[in-house]
């Protein structure tokens, strides 16, 4: 909540808040503790990469990028830094 929109409502209306925010995050923490450990299923693949070329897609793909990129070589795209 903006600093805002948090100075415009009453005291009692913050410990509300706080209280309904706290009975949430205590409830998501129980769920969580009643799903036990996790466990990561890892995949392994004999081959992990694409290679270029082996699907005549990927040629079609690249030509379509680049005709609608702005900015552009002949092997790049030229990105601009978003400044900040």
Known sequence: MSDFLWH???EKEREEIKKQAKKIM???SKKL???GELKENFIERDKS???E???EKVGIDRKIM???APHKNKDFII???KKW
Do not use: V, Y
């Open 49 to 51: 990469e694409r290679e």
């Open 53 to 55: 070329g082996e699907n």
């Open 8 to 10: 415009k409502i009453s």
């Open 26 to 28: 205590d409830s998501f």
């Open 79 to 81: 990105a601009e830094k």
């Open 66 to 68: 680049f005709e609608n």
């Open 33 to 35: 503790l009643s799903l």
